[in-house]
């Protein structure tokens, strides 16, 4: 079923598209806070289907393209959110010099179609905050990178403490079956993606100090669909 077809799925595209779209600050807030809402009910219902009809969720692989401008940061974003929304997903070509990379992904069809909803409005709201912002030093380039840098790791831990709410929440609801439930999930996902890439390493670029916490205070900024924080407790970039 594409996200089209999905009713709950279609109904978090609209308010993310609406909250990407509007001039005012606080209704996108509003709505984005209503789509993640909805986006981490939905996962954790997803996962809880009864084995007996397991088969409306399996784990699968999908091809998602990062275009120039900064392909190889939205590559960096991509899998580190992935990792957190009990997805894998690894870097495989930079398409020949295109202006575009190619990642592959990995993880059950429910949690890649929720990671690329939020990865894709995120995206524009990142856009946003390095178009905004006033680099400084000598290398404009490195500045900036390392304000992406800053920005998709508070952003990714953001996101790493909404999933944990969410499952502990269902946990609770479950009288302890969800944690069982999601471990599974997630070590089956990871088993695939061993599988498959068992040679994969982390991508390690240059940053500057100064752009990396302009970019996590801009991260802190985002619309996730939960209240503003500190920066995270969580390493964020480790996503193959």
């Not at 302009?214 to 969580?234: F, H, L, P, V």
Request: charged share 30%.
């Amino acid at each position: 079923m594409t996200t089209e077809q999905n009713p709950k799925l279609a109904k978090i595209r609209a308010l993310l598209a609406k909250a990407e779209s509007t001039e005012f600050p606080e209704e996108a807030a509003e709505l984005t806070a209503k789509a993640a809402e909805l986006m981490a009910k939905y996962g954790i219902d997803q996962a809880m289907i009864p084995e007996a009809d397991a088969d409306a969720d399996k784990i699968t692989d999908r091809h998602i393209e990062c275009w120039a401008p900064w392909a190889r940061e939205k590559v960096r974003f991509l899998c580190a959110l992935a990792v957190e929304m009990r997805c894998r997903a690894i870097w495989i070509t930079n398409g020949g010099g295109k202006g575009w990379c190619l990642v592959h992904v990995y993880g059950y069809e429910s949690d890649i179609e929720r990671l690329e909803l939020l990865y894709t409005s995120l995206l524009v709201q990142m856009s946003h905050a390095l178009a905004a912002a006033e680099p400084r030093g000598k290398n404009k380039r490195t500045w900036q990178r390392s304000f992406l840098y800053g920005y998709i790791t508070t952003v990714v831990a953001r996101v790493w403490r909404a999933e944990s709410r969410a499952a502990d929440d269902a946990q609770k609801a479950s009288s302890g079956k969800a944690e069982l439930v999601l471990a599974d999930r997630e070590s089956m996902v990871n088993a695939r993606f061993q599988q498959a890439h068992p040679d994969a390493k982390p991508y390690k670029a240059r940053y500057s100090s100064v752009g990396i916490r302009e970019g996590m205070e801009a991260g802190n900024r985002a619309d996730i669909g939960q209240k503003r924080t500190d920066s995270g407790d969580r390493h964020a970039l480790s996503g193959g």
